[in-house]
């Protein structure tokens, strides 16, 4: 799975950090989704998605090997 989240973070000027208080994550866990390394629950997903105001399939794509 690819994900835009360092990008839709950035754009809003938002660190690991801040991203990870307002859904109640440690910041460890924003860098490893960022580098792929753990895909989120659907709840994460949809939580992060609200940060950002964007559809969580604007954040989250599937790749061909999923």
């Known amino acids: 799975m690819k994900n835009r989240l360092k990008v839709e973070r950035a754009e809003q000027s938002l660190s690991q950090a801040d991203l990870a208080d307002r ?19 659907t709840i994460l997903a949809l939580k992060l998605a609200q940060v950002f105001g964007k559809p969580v ?10």
């Open 23 to 41: 859904i109640g994550v440690s910041r460890q866990t924003i860098n490893s989704i960022e580098a792929g390394r753990y895909v989120p629950s």
């Open 57 to 66: 399939e604007h954040i989250f794509t599937l790749e061909d090997t999923d």
